[in-house]
């Protein structure tokens, strides 16, 4: 928790966030002491009301922040063979506590997928032609995607709940496993298909400010526009590590070595934009907040 010196809180705000031992959450919790808000980690299970009750009033907060869920170890793969606890996680909890903000007319900042859809022949790859908030989910190909899809729709039916669409989140901590240039830096090979990914460093302070705005509803949560796996990679190997090399291999192939289908696609971000003006392009966002910063190789003059 953070405080002036002399005792009182920085901010009129108090959030209570779920999620502290995982990447979103760890980040939140460090953007609100740089910010100088109250926060605190809730203790709560979220498929249990009572202890998500306990929380709350032991807290107080004026806006409750959810990146808690299940998203698979080491990857989505995990969900498929493990489906009571992915709807657990994912569904029945995420309810729970909405249900349980709305009941104590709180806010909850929602921080779900984009991986609900795929390209389709109303939006083609490489089309500019964007999924929509409204738009209904086309991709059940992993049982991750079909937790998400359904607790989705369910929440749109709670006026107090702000859903965040994030995909393939990437941050400027290229440590991190669970950031997807780290991800697909290790892998073998990879496919190459344009996709809509969230940049962390950007995002995650937009959506504390969101909380601010008291914004609810669905959002696309990606950097505006699209870029592909090679597009990373070649920005990778110029600014972190001259000598990467990596192979690429087709959907067909990638499929021999997953147990799941993944999803990819572009998400329209008009809502969000118009919303944050200043929001960057998926391109100028990785420049600005990822690579510019870990730059290891020699500016070419």
């Known amino acids: ?9 920085a901010t009129p705000f108090k959030f209570l966030i779920y999620g502290r031992t995982g990447w979103i959450g760890g980040l939140l919790g460090k953007l609100c002491e740089a910010q100088g808000i109250e926060y605190t980690y809730g203790s709560g299970r979220l498929e249990s009301r009572d202890t998500l009750i306990a929380d709350i009033t032991a807290v107080n907060p004026t806006h409750v922040f959810n990146a808690a869920g299940v998203t698979g170890r ?7 063979s493990h489906k009571v606890e992915t709807i657990r996680a994912n569904v029945v909890g995420t309810l729970t506590l909405a249900d349980v903000c709305r009941e104590k007319g709180l806010i909850l900042i929602n921080y779900a997928t ?6 389709d022949s109303e939006h083609q790859l490489g089309s500019g032609v964007g999924f929509k908030e409204e ?4 991709f059940v190909g992993s049982y991750y995607s079909k937790t998400k899809a359904m607790v ?23 440590t991190n496993p669970r950031n997807f240039i780290t991800k697909i830096s290790r892998y073998e090979k990879v496919v190459d298909i344009p996709n809509s990914m969230t940049i962390l460093d950007e995002l995650l302070p937009i959506s504390i400010e969101m909380a601010k705005r008291n914004l609810t509803g669905i959002y696309n949560f990606t950097n505006p526009g699209c ?12 600014y972190i590590d001259s000598s990467y090399t990596w192979k690429n291999f087709t ?7 997953i147990i799941a289908p993944r999803s990819n696609n572009e998400l329209d971000t008009t809502k969000l934009k118009k919303e944050f ?10 420049v600005k907040f990822v690579f510019e910063p870990n730059r290891k190789t020699p500016v070419v003059a």
Not at 277 to 286: A, G, M, R, T, W
């Open 1 to 9: 928790m953070v405080s002036q010196s002399n005792g009182t809180p």
């Open 74 to 80: 080491p990857n989505v793969d995990w969900c498929e």
């Open 114 to 119: 984009g991986c609900i859809f795929e390209y």
């Open 135 to 138: 738009d209904t989910p086309n």
């Open 152 to 174: 989705e729709e369910l929440l749109k039916n709670y006026e107090n709940v702000c859903t965040l669409r994030v995909r393939m989140p990437i941050s400027s901590d290229l």
């Open 227 to 238: 870029v592909s796996h090679n597009e990373v990679l070649e920005l990778y190997k110029e």
């Open 251 to 257: 959907l067909e192939e990638q499929a021999k070595v």
């Open 277 to 286: 003006p200043e929001l960057l392009s998926i391109k100028d966002s990785l």
